[in-house]
Antibody, heavy 120, light 107 residues
Framework: EVQLVESGGDVVRPGGSLRLSCAASGFRFGDFGMSWVRQAPGKGLEWVSGINWEGSSTSYADSVKGRVTISRDNAKNSLYLQMNSLRAEDTGLYYC?????????????WGQGTGVTVSS | DIQMTQSPSSLSASVGDRVTIRCRASQSISNYLSWYQQMPGKAPKLLIFSASILQSDVPTRFSGSGSGTDFSLTFSSLRPEDSATYYCQQTYSSPWTFGQGTKVEIK
């Protein structure tokens, strides 16, 4: 069974930093592209960042570009999201997600999410 | 960035109704379009990818169609458990972008 378990969410002040982690199991992690998707309270889905299977290609939403870095460690079956210069609008539930092997960005498995609150 | 616009934003329909949700892209995305269902308090679930391919274990009452800029998700016969918010997403050009969502309610 595919499992994605996020951690690292917290309450942080504006301008602060957080590192989100995602532990993957139940599949060959190194074969799949991965994404982070967030959802602000009561709002819709926003794709944040994606990374290819080997970590050589990354992409970001304009809203986080320059402040966020996605990375992965295939030996540890783990995905990460380093978030810097956090803003109130970064508040939300952050989902770790697995891309379809045949279509980057189309997500066939989701974690349950980790909450980030940016507030003074 | 490619903008995705869904219509309507919400709808209310009866069990057994045939219901269609639409999604329009700001530029052509070929068939790089996915649909998701999100129940309250739950993670989204992939229903359809490549505009019309049903994900495994998704009921056949769901279907997707379209290409280019105009797409649709159809429920052939609405069921009570279909009450949820539905999102389209383009994966033609990064950054991948979602529509704003369509909330489906059962009368």
């Amino acid at each position: 069974e595919v499992q994605l378990v996020e951690s690292g969410g917290d309450v942080v002040r504006p301008g602060g930093s957080l590192r989100l982690s995602c532990a993957a199991s139940g599949f060959r992690f190194g074969d799949f592209g991965m994404s982070w998707v967030r959802q602000a309270p009561g709002k819709g889905l926003e794709w944040v960042s994606g990374i290819n299977w080997e970590g050589s290609s990354t992409s970001y939403a304009d809203s986080v570009k320059g402040r966020v870095t996605i990375s992965r460690d295939n030996a540890k079956n783990s995905l990460y999201l380093q978030m810097n210069s956090l803003r109130a609008e970064d508040t939300g539930l952050y989902y770790c997600a697995r891309d379809l092997i045949s279509m980057a960005g189309s997500i066939d498995h989701w974690g349950q999410g980790t909450g980030v609150t940016v507030s003074s | 960035d490619i903008q995705m616009t869904q219509s309507p934003s919400s709808l209310s329909a009866s069990v057994g109704d045939r219901v269609t949700i639409r999604c329009r892209a700001s530029q052509s995305i070929s068939n790089y379009l996915s649909w998701y269902q999100q129940m309250p308090g739950k993670a989204p679930k992939l229903l359809i990818f490549s505009a019309s391919i049903l994900q495994s274990d998704v009921p056949t009452r769901f279907s997707g169609s379209g290409s280019g800029t105009d797409f649709s998700l159809t429920f052939s016969s609405l069921r009570p458990e279909d009450s949820a918010t539905y999102y389209c997403q383009q994966t033609y050009s990064s950054p991948w972008t979602f529509g704003q969502g369509t909330k489906v309610e059962i009368k």
